[in-house]
């Protein structure tokens, strides 16, 4: 079956630790997104890659990296910056090119802080 | 700035009621919009989506959403809840210009379903 699958679903970091949230998809997409979830917030979009080696912040990319080494990969590292950490991500993929693409969203990982 | 705006934060609906979510958004030309729903501790599920043509578009599980561009709204209806749609639900467009293609979210209504 293909999809977007995101690991692990529960992360707990330590103050002043880098830690990676994994996002892999086999639906072919060539661009993937990383978004925050807090309550009552919505989704806001943390990055973003349209094609391989090539990724775009967001508009809330501080504290926070990316890479595009292969097309099914988009790791997010949560850096030890980014001071209010504590949310649910959400790992998108979607066709690239032109407009309107229709994304389509992983399971989610929990982080929290110890 | 594009915008998207859900005005309820949280509805309560009898099972079998009838469901209206709503949903305005800002935007200067014909939108590209989004219906989607997020089960507790799930990632987002895509509902229903309208790009162009006929304005009332049908979606999975029973939900329609109609396209008003002269009230710039796409509300989210349903005409019999069950117990299993309490969830929260989001509305979305999708972004122009640089960021082309990206989707701006509203904040989400959560719906609840009373027996």
């Known amino acids: 079956d293909g999809g977007i699958t995101q690991s692990p679903k529960y992360l707990f970091r330590k103050e002043g630790q880098n830690v990676t949230l994994s996002c892999e998809q086999n639906l072919n997409h060539d661009a993937m997104y990383w978004y925050r979830q807090d309550p009552g917030q919505g989704l806001r979009l943390i990055y973003y890659?349209?094609?391989?080696?090539?990724?775009q912040k967001g508009d809330i990319a501080e504290g926070y990296s990316v890479s595009r080494e292969k097309k099914e990969s988009f790791p997010l590292t949560v850096t030890s910056a980014q001071k209010n950490p504590t949310a649910f991500y959400l790992c998108a993929s979607s066709i690239a090119g032109g407009s309107p693409k229709t994304q389509y969203f992983g399971p989610g990982t929990r982080l929290l802080v110890l | 700035a594009q915008s998207v705006t859900q005005p309820d934060i949280h509805i309560t609906v009898s099972e079998g009621a009838s469901l209206e979510l709503r949903c305005n958004y800002s935007y200067g030309a014909t939108p590209y919009l989004f219906w989607y729903v997020q089960s507790p501790g799930q990632g987002l599920q895509l509902l229903l989506k309208?790009?162009?043509?006929?304005?009332l578009v049908q979606g999975i599980k029973g939900f329609e959403a109609e396209f008003k561009r002269s009230q710039s709204s796409f509300n989210l209806r349903k005409p019999s809840v069950h117990w299993s749609d309490a969830a929260e639900y989001f509305c979305a467009v999708a972004a122009y210009g640089g960021s082309q293609g990206n989707l701006i979210f509203g904040k989400g209504t959560k719906l609840s379903v009373k027996p």
């Open positions: 309208y790009f162009s043509g006929d304005t």
């Open positions: 890659s349209q094609i391989v080696n090539d990724f």
